[in-house]
């Protein structure tokens, strides 16, 4: 699939709304471009979609321009929509088509036949999003589910923990916050890799490396996007920008050892040498050549360090309502590198927290799993920050970088973003007294 025009939200948009749908209306014609709405993912249809309208309309957009597509499951007669044609002609119609949230596993059983093939509402979005707006293309933009549904594979289900600790789930669970980790296949309208949301607030940088290396045999980037927050995709441009109040990961796992290593619990999943880009309001990546622009962020110094914490680490950043990106510019990249801890083997300096929980044992009771995450930069480099002298252009890579010791850089306009920070997530052994 080529690329196209996308606007994929991590959720809780809300929060954020005005600049995130200004730019979507701007991008699918403003005043007079034609929207449609799928509101296959919720319980609520009706009412979401005229609140989406309302939205859509504070944006600029024309409310009488806007037009729900009837699939959905919870309202008699719309369970089959996707084969109507009344809904391909409004799709037809459409400028730009978003996407609402709930539950992506609803989308993909409404959108797609029994076996796993396109529903004819679903060939005809496929087809129109695989293009730019400006060469007669359709401007997808969708929130929460609607965001999972945009990669392939996707991501049905799980959290960090459960990523790491329990088998995969077959099928769908019964809530969305459910442990195990369930993948299946996506729609793959954003073809630059897997796609998580609600990245900050629900900690799911372990659920999304570890889906992207067991799920992903493409070893892709995988992109984790904050509520209140849009990953942009300009399709002809090859842009990526992010827009809204939190920041994009980017999980590049392409050169990371994945192994099961035994331990005293049994055997358990150890993941080496990942690398963790994060960007925030203003950024831009660009996937041809795999370089960033920081915009007017200033590149922040080692002897600018504003922490000076001996050790640094804190427990959570793999647990809901964690802060793992602002745990890696804090408590890594702004602080005295001397004060870190050293891998000498792996040649990094580093910050730690540890992910803790239970899981039922076969003696009866609980045992609990545990964790060490390693959050590093590459040691003997200046303290892993380039001086601005030094700065490399964009795209431009330096030999050290080449051969896999890439160069941690902080960067800071009241927001922070980074590039280049290591991550490892190591099983230990743990102890629970009561």
């Known amino acids: 699939m080529g690329r196209g025009d996308l606007v994929i939200v991590g959720g809780a948009e809300i929060l954020h709304r005005a600049p995130i749908f200004s730019r979507f209306v701007e991008l699918a014609g403003g005043g007079i471009g034609r929207f449609a709405i799928l509101a296959s993912a919720t319980r609520k249809p009706i009412s979401e979609f005229e609140k989406l309208r309302r939205w859509l309309a504070e944006a600029g957009a024309d409310p009488t321009r806007v037009e729900m597509l009837e699939v959905s499951q919870f309202i008699p007669g719309m369970e089959k929509g996707a084969w109507n044609a009344a809904e391909q002609e409004r799709l037809a119609r459409a400028d730009g088509l978003w996407m609402l949230g709930g539950d992506q596993n609803l989308t993909t059983s409404l959108l797609r036949e029994a076996d796993g093939r396109d529903t004819p509402l679903l060939a005809a979005i496929r087809q129109r999003a695989a293009k730019p707006r400006i060469e007669g293309g359709l401007v997808l933009g969708g929130t929460s589910a609607g965001a999972a549904i945009m990669s392939d594979p996707m991501i049905g289900g799980g959290t960090s923990f459960g990523a790491l600790a329990l088998p995969r789930a077959s099928g769908a669970a019964s809530v969305e ?182 899981v039922p044992s076969a003696q009866g009771g609980k045992v609990p799993l545990a964790w060490e995450i390693r959050v590093g930069r590459a040691s003997g480099l200046s303290g892993g920050i380039m001086p601005k002298s030094l700065a490399l252009s964009q795209g431009e890579r330096s030999e050290g970088e080449r051969l896999g010791n890439r160069e941690a850089r902080l960067y800071y306009d009241g927001r922070f973003s980074f590039e280049n920070v290591y991550v490892d997530i190591l099983p230990i052994g743990i102890e629970i007294r009561r």
């Not at 900050?200 to 493409?218: I, K, M, N, W, Y």
């Open 177 to 358: 916050m459910s442990r195990a980790l369930y993948v299946l296949p996506g729609f793959g309208f954003f073809a630059e890799g897997m796609i998580d949301q609600h990245f900050d607030t629900r900690a799911r940088f372990a659920r999304l490396l570890e889906a992207s290396l067991v799920e992903d045999g493409a070893r892709r980037l995988a992109f984790g996007i904050d509520e209140a927050t849009a990953l942009v995709q300009e399709g002809a441009a090859s842009r990526i920008s992010v827009v809204g109040a939190g920041g994009i990961s980017i999980i590049d796992p392409r050169q990371a050892k994945r192994s099961m290593v035994q331990t005293a619990a049994g055997a358990r999943v150890q993941i080496e040498g990942v690398l963790f880009h994060y960007l925030s309001s203003g950024d831009g990546f660009f996937p041809s050549t795999e370089s960033f622009d920081f915009g007017g962020k200033e590149l922040i110094q080692v002897d600018d360090a504003a922490f000076a914490s001996d050790f640094p680490e804190a427990s959570g950043i793999l647990s809901p309502y964690g802060t793992f990106a602002q745990f890696a510019a804090r408590m890594l990249l702004d602080n005295d590198p001397e004060l870190l801890f050293k891998d000498i083997l792996r040649g990094r300096r580093y910050a730690r927290s540890l992910l803790v929980e239970e």
